[in-house]
């Protein structure tokens, strides 16, 4: 890790003007020591070699978070790329070399430069420039699936991929099972799983933090204006980078639950904030500002607080709740 008074994070990202370097040293001279840690455990898990098996053991360690260097390897892994990919082989170049939707292409190419303008890695000037890698993973995705095609959104999450697996093909593979698995129909035309999801955690948020889900009926703000880049950019943008990855950690394994873990410990901690909106814009600006400062930043915390602060969270409950979401997002047509 380059050191915390860099300008530029290590991932490539610009900190913003206002970056407060003291706090965030002092977070990370914490957190190196848990990294430290971590890795040692890691590597003797892994003894060498590039395999794990699905275990309680397994699942206790990524909710501790993966090392970066073995990062894209357990991703891989345990979210189905791996397997994937290796009983498709060379289907990802012919998909780039195969005939080409030209609608399709444009509106990749339009998004290009609207995607992380903040990382030196993906400015035409850099060497090698990400751009190019992120270019042909979309379009590849999108011939792939075409019911999906390619569409907002899409181009961060890729982007996030090709910084952390530094490869094509495997950024393919794991959008491949974030979207055709994880996120059920988040990217769609219709986005219908996206709306249900939001209603859904407007539910959860009833039964969980009713003060707050009382709020928003009362001024009629829908979940959707407050949440929707939440689920669209798995928090890209949203949260500090560091957190961002360590939520993917989890997302990988566990699948979309996580989702709704992070967006009820973001409201249950902030509560009393949240509550101190008295208007709609006032509501707004006060989710805007619940995923930033200290809480956020400090991503292992963070990390032990979305399992344990939203209380039991069962896949059974989401499911029962998603039917009769989606019931009503239809029935609004």
């Known amino acids: 890790f380059p050191p915390t008074s860099c300008r530029v994070d290590p991932y490539g990202f610009e900190r913003p003007d206002d970056f407060d370097y003291a706090s965030y040293e002092a977070f990370f001279s914490r957190y190196l020591v848990v990294l430290t840690r971590r890795a040692i455990k890691w590597s003797k898990l892994l003894k060498g070699n590039n395999s794990i098996q699905k275990s309680l053991k397994v699942k206790r360690y990524i909710r501790k978070g993966i090392p970066n260097e073995h ?10 790329a791996q397997t994937n990919m290796e009983q498709n082989p060379g289907y990802y170049h012919r998909l780039l070399e195969g005939e080409k939707n030209g609608k399709l292409l444009e509106a990749i190419k339009t998004d290009m430069n609207r995607t992380f303008p903040d990382n030196v890695k993906f400015r035409k000037t850099a060497d090698p420039c990400l751009q190019h890698a992120l270019y042909n993973v979309l379009v590849a995705y999108g011939h792939h699936n075409k019911a999906v095609g390619y569409c907002q959104g899409m181009n961060f999450i890729a982007g996030y991929l090709i910084l952390i697996t530094k490869n094509e093909e495997e950024s393919f593979w794991l959008l491949d099972a974030l979207i055709g698995r994880i996120l059920p129909d988040y990217y769609s035309p219709a986005m219908l799983g996206l709306k249900t999801d939001q209603e859904v955690l407007g539910e959860l948020v009833k039964m969980k933090v009713p003060a707050v889900a009382e709020l928003m009926e009362r001024h009629g703000v829908m979940w959707t204006l407050v949440v929707s880049r939440w689920f669209i950019c798995l928090f890209i943008d949203i949260l500090p980078v560091e957190t961002v990855l360590r939520i993917w950690d989890c997302l990988f394994y566990e699948g979309s639950k996580i989702i709704f873990r992070v967006a009820l410990t973001l409201i249950k901690q902030n509560q009393g904030f949240i509550l101190e909106a008295t208007n709609f814009p006032d509501i707004c600006d006060k989710f805007k500002q619940i995923t930033k400062g200290t809480f956020v930043t400090e991503c292992h ?9 939203p209380g039991s969270l069962s896949m059974a409950t989401i499911d029962r709740l998603r039917e009769t979401c989606r019931e009503k997002v239809l029935s609004q047509g």
């Open 301 to 309: 915390t963070f990390m032990q607080k979305i399992f344990t602060d």
């Open 71 to 80: 990062r894209a390897l357990i991703w891989m892994i345990v979210s189905g």
